[in-house]
Nanobody
């Protein structure tokens, strides 16, 4: 049974930083391409960052230059370092494989950026 547990969200002022963590258990973490996704109120869930098993990374244009995805194979953890946060980054953030698997979605972690 695969379980993905996100943490690290919170309330931050615009321009601030947060680091999200996603611990994966029961999955082929080492070879899986992992992604961070977010869903803002009234909007569809979108992928914001992806990291392949080999370490290559891609970002949505809206976060490029501000967010950094990384992974720790020893800890089965994927991170999302978010800098220079904007109010439009307010959303629930999730991790999943990329492309996502419907049965892997976790609870997510709320990020709220105040103006």
């Amino acid at each position: 049974q695969v379980q993905l547990v996100e943490s690290g969200g919170g309330l931050v002022q615009a321009g601030g930083s947060l680091t999200l963590s996603c611990v994966a258990s029961g999955s082929n973490f080492r070879i899986a391409t992992m992604g961070w996704y977010r869903q803002a109120p009234g909007k569809q869930r979108e992928e914001v960052a992806v990291i392949a098993g080999g370490g290559s990374r891609n970002y949505a244009d809206s976060v490029k230059g501000r967010f950094t995805i990384s992974r720790d194979y020893a800890k089965n953890t994927v991170y999302l370092q978010m800098n220079n946060l904007k109010s439009e980054d307010t959303a629930v953030y999730y991790c999943n494989e990329s492309p996502p698997r419907s049965d892997y979605w976790g609870q997510g972690t709320q990020v709220t950026v105040s103006a």
